[in-house]
């Protein structure tokens, strides 16, 4: 059984540039949130999404925008890309309240230079 | 702030001792969470204790809630090299997501 899957694994961008991050959830799993994680800290909550819709968000700037389609996979884009936006982004499924908690892919290393 | 802030920042121990993490958090919660983070990969679950239990056990880790200091401990017993990572705490309230700290950096000396 796949478990949550990431794509691409490591990208470049040049700032000003826009990014897609793909991610499909683990099966079974209806429920996809985005974290950021930058170097030496923990993940950052992005948003949330749930039935095709952005269920929570968290404080980052209207930039960060994303997509949850029929099959439950989600996209995460970035538009105006700074330099501050380098940091691994991780992608983690859920299904309801799971006594077995969220499962994060591997995330996707994003460096802008 | 909904997030956990895990302490100590660092743990440095040898291999067989016993490492243990605390989590304090601010509101209240349906659940906490534990997580392990490898360096520069995804998190893992680790284990997941309800606001109406106490301690909860999977195989070398032990888990505290206590709900009336809003705190939390991971105790993970007979260290090895291999549980070197960075170990995260996550309350989650009704909302059904997840906030984390800045997370435990745990070293295991072989």
């Known amino acids: 059984d796949a478990g949550v899957t990431q794509s691409p694994t490591h990208l470049i961008k040049t700032r000003g540039q826009q990014v897609t991050l793909r991610c499909s959830p683990k099966s079974g799993h209806d429920t996809v949130s985005w974290y950021q994680q930058a170097l030496g800290q923990g993940p950052q909550f992005i948003f949330q999404?749930?039935?095709?819709?952005?269920?929570q968000r968290g404080n980052f700037p209207d930039r960060f925008s994303g997509h949850q389609f029929p099959n439950y996979s989600s996209e995460l884009n970035v538009n105006a890309l700074l330099l501050g936006d380098s940091a691994l982004y991780l992608c983690a499924s859920s299904h309801g309240t799971s006594v077995y908690g969220y499962t994060f892919g591997s995330g996707t290393r994003l460096t802008v230079v | 702030s909904q997030q956990g802030e895990e302490d100590p920042q660092a743990l440095s121990i040898q291999e067989g001792e016993n490492a243990t993490m605390n989590c304090s958090y601010k509101t209240s919660i349906n659940n906490l969470q534990w997580y392990r983070q490898n360096s520069g990969r995804g998190l893992v679950h680790l284990i997941l204790i309800r606001s109406n239990e106490r301690e909860k056990h999977s195989g070398r880790l032990r888990v505290t809630l206590d709900t009336s200091k809003k705190s939390s401990s991971l105790l993970i017993t007979a260290s090895r090299a291999a549980d070197t990572a960075s170990y995260f705490c996550?309350?989650?309230?009704?909302?059904?997501?997840?906030?984390f700290g800045t997370g435990t950096r745990l070293t295991v000396i072989p």
């Open positions: 999404y749930y039935e095709e819709e952005e269920r």
């Open positions: 996550a309350p989650q309230t009704g909302a059904n997501n997840l906030f």
